[in-house]
């Protein structure tokens, strides 16, 4: 049992991608809105994707796609999962699509006219949808500013968890992303959160596909963009990391001039070391006896190393050692994590001389506190006073009130789980670190 964050828990709706190969000279809003089907999804057996819900006022409804419904082709083109089904559904907002369905052991074919992806709305701020050009592919950015700003504005750049999930979903009126960026943006910062290749609008290879560097370099060219913004003041650019985002944060401070750090739910010790704490509390949250959680543990280090460390195909590895699946399963492809295990975690805070903001809430089972004592700790040590730790209880590694680590475990790992809630003190917790150092707009009634 391993579970990483920090959006894991997200339903896959097949709110559906759309591309198109544009020149890289284009306009900010050559990207078109994918398209969107409005239907849950899960793998079916024996191929294809079974329908688990639909959305009113979506096509899906609209066509007559029903729950339980079988998806067993796109445009006459066999379906393998829900992957494959995503990659053949994808294409702008606008056009058709035939699905090719099995409903009650009968076959049909429906007709499907994909919707324009939503755009988030909020009065008190304005978002524009604009592109980036990142290895020679347009990727999606949304920047939030305060409405109707004029003039320079500070600014913050989101770097978000690990895996391959969408910043860009209006749908969800509890997205942390949307909701810490737009809380921000009321205050007079101008935020700028940048989707992942492949996912979304954004063109680029497969998410699943791409490594740590190839990630971590496509902030820094999302950074240098915030920074040139005609709203943005170059010198007052903050980055927050979130998750993995704990770790790319510092190393970008150090190439470019970060005016300060906020991480939250991150990591602050060894890759390796942090599995097997995170291992650790999860086969005991899932309640493994004290030797059967030490010899998950022993075999977890041992298919970790194999993989990792020695670089061992993962496939190769299976064939040798089986009992390994469940410990080498990842939420990015193994060169990411092999990247990762290398890496000195404590080595970039001790060289950054700004402000750091450590956030952690308690019932995160993903992430330790120690390691967010450990961050502020080195921090301080090199340059008293600069590291502050924030404690937040009840709040999970989704950003979410869930209260402790085994509800926020239990939601996340057992059927039948029940909506989650944005944790709005998570947003005053950034806001105000914020707000010390920088003039902020009043907050709205």
Not at 71 to 77: E, F, N
Not at 98 to 127: C, F, Q, S, W, Y
Not at 199 to 225: K, L
Request: aromatic share 6%.
């Amino acid at each position: 049992m391993h579970v990483f964050g920090p959006l894991l828990g997200r339903i896959a709706l097949a709110f559906v991608l759309g591309s198109l190969i544009c020149n890289a000279a284009t306009a900010r809003d050559a990207l078109p809105r994918r398209g969107i089907l409005g239907a849950g999804t899960s793998n079916a057996e024996g191929g294809g994707v079974t329908i688990t819900a639909v959305l009113p006022s979506l096509p899906a409804a609209a066509a007559g796609l029903q729950r339980g419904d079988v998806i067993k082709s796109v445009d006459g083109a066999p379906v393998a999962d829900t992957a494959d089904f995503l990659k053949k559904l994808r294409r702008p907002g606008g056009r058709s699509v035939a699905l090719g369905i099995v409903r009650g052991g009968n076959a049909m074919t429906l007709t499907v006219v994909l919707a324009e992806a939503l755009k988030e709305h909020d009065p008190a701020v304005d978002t524009s949808y604009d592109a980036l050009e990142i290895d020679h592919s347009l990727r999606r950015t949304l920047v939030t500013r305060p409405h109707g700003a004029n003039g320079k504005h500070p600014a913050v750049l989101f770097v978000g968890g690990i895996g391959c999930y969408s910043i860009d979903v209006a749908t969800n009126a509890d997205d942390a992303y949307m909701r810490l960026a737009h809380d921000l943006s009321k205050r007079g910062f101008v935020t700028m959160r940048l989707e992942k290749s492949g996912i979304g609008d954004s063109e680029g290879p497969p998410c699943p596909t791409v490594d740590y560097v190839t990630e971590a370099a496509s902030y820094t060219v999302a950074f240098d963009a915030l920074r040139a913004d005609p709203s943005v003041d170059p010198a007052r650019v903050y980055v927050f990391g979130h998750s993995i985002g704990s770790v790319i944060a510092p190393r970008l401070a150090l190439q470019k001039p970060v005016a300060g750090i906020a991480v939250a739910e991150g990591v602050g010790r060894d890759w390796f070391e942090y599995e097997l704490i995170n291992s650790r509390r999860q086969e005991e949250l899932a309640g493994g006896t004290p030797a059967e959680v030490d010899g998950a543990l022993l075999l977890k280090e041992e298919c970790m190393h194999r993989m990792l460390v020695e670089k061992q195909d993962r496939d190769a590895l299976l064939r040798v050692k089986p009992d390994c699946k469940d410990y080498v399963q990842y939420p990015a492809p193994p060169a990411y994590f092999q990247q990762l295990v290398g890496f000195n975690m404590a080595e970039p805070w001790s060289k950054l001389s700004i402000p750091v903001l450590a956030i952690y809430g308690t019932a995160d089972f993903i992430t330790d506190e120690s390691d967010h004592r450990r961050i502020v700790d080195i921090v301080n040590g090199v340059h008293p006073g600069n590291g502050k730790l924030e404690l937040i209880d009840g709040m999970d590694h989704y950003l979410v009130a869930a209260g402790t680590q085994r509800a926020s475990f239990d939601r996340v790992t057992k059927p039948g789980s029940t909506p989650v809630k944005y944790d709005e003190r998570f947003s005053a917790a950034v806001v105000n670190w914020l707000c010390a150092r920088e003039r902020c707009a009043p907050a709205l009634n």
